[in-house]
T-cell receptor, first 119, second 119 residues
């Protein structure tokens, strides 16, 4: 069975602070995909990043960066110099890879972390 | 690219009526779409996987006769909540698997969601 744990339910920071959102996953598959999505108050889920299990390179996109550590089964997300517009619920998700017999690409979501960036 | 729309964005109906929600992939064809339900301040719960031209696959505990899914074309999937009751009030979100997904490019793109309120 797959599981995604986002231990931080809510985080509150002041604008310009850096913030890291944690994500720990469990899977028995050798190949899998990890995702981060942003859900602003409007409700729409915005795709941020996908990471394949065989690619442990960290990634940076503007103020966003992701740290994938297979050894600790973690895929943490850092926002540098946070802004008020970053306020949202952030979801980490996991899906099985093709080589794992998976199937219909179902996503397993964590419970989400509510990030509030105060001015 | 990879834009998914949902209609309506918000619906209020009387108990006992049926409500149809449409999910469209606007700039790509999606053989697989997914329907999720989200309660306030909760994570997304996968309801069913919708495959074009075949019957939907429902998750355990989801009543297939209550939540009818039709995926008649490569760009449209519909979810019909039959004989809706107040407990069906929720935020319903669809997603579509991008056909650009090659072997290692699996990504789901989400619609903006539909808020259903049953009185």
């Amino acid at each position: 069975a797959q599981k995604v744990t986002q231990a931080q339910t809510e985080i509150s920071v002041v604008e310009k602070e850096d913030v890291t959102l944690d994500c720990v996953y469990e899977t028995r598959d050798t190949t899998y995909y990890l995702f981060w999505y942003k859900q602003p108050p409007s409700g729409e889920l915005v795709f941020l990043i996908r990471r394949n299990s065989f690619d442990e390179q960290n990634e940076i996109s503007g103020r966003y960066s992701w740290n994938f550590q297979k050894s600790t089964s973690s895929f943490n997300f850092t926002i540098t110099a946070s802004q008020v517009v970053d306020s949202a619920v952030y979801f980490c998700a996991l899906s099985r890879g093709l080589n794992s017999g998976g199937s219909n690409y179902k996503l397993t979501f964590g419970k989400g972390t509510l990030l509030t960036v105060n001015p | 690219g990879a834009v998914v729309s949902q209609h309506p964005s918000r619906v209020i109906c009387k108990s006992g009526t049926s409500v149809k929600i449409e999910c469209r992939s606007l700039d790509f064809q999606a053989t697989t779409m997914f329907w999720y339900r989200q309660f306030p301040k909760k994570s997304l719960m996968l309801m069913a996987t919708s495959n074009e031209g075949s019957k939907a696959t429902y998750e355990q505990g989801v009543e297939k006769d209550k939540f009818l899914i039709n995926h008649a074309s490569l760009t449209l999937s519909t979810l019909t909540v039959t004989s809706a009751h107040p407990e069906d009030s929720s935020f319903y979100i669809c997603s579509a698997r991008s056909p650009l997904a090659g072997r290692n490019q699996e990504t789901q793109y989400f619609g903006p969601g539909t808020r259903l309120l049953v009185l």
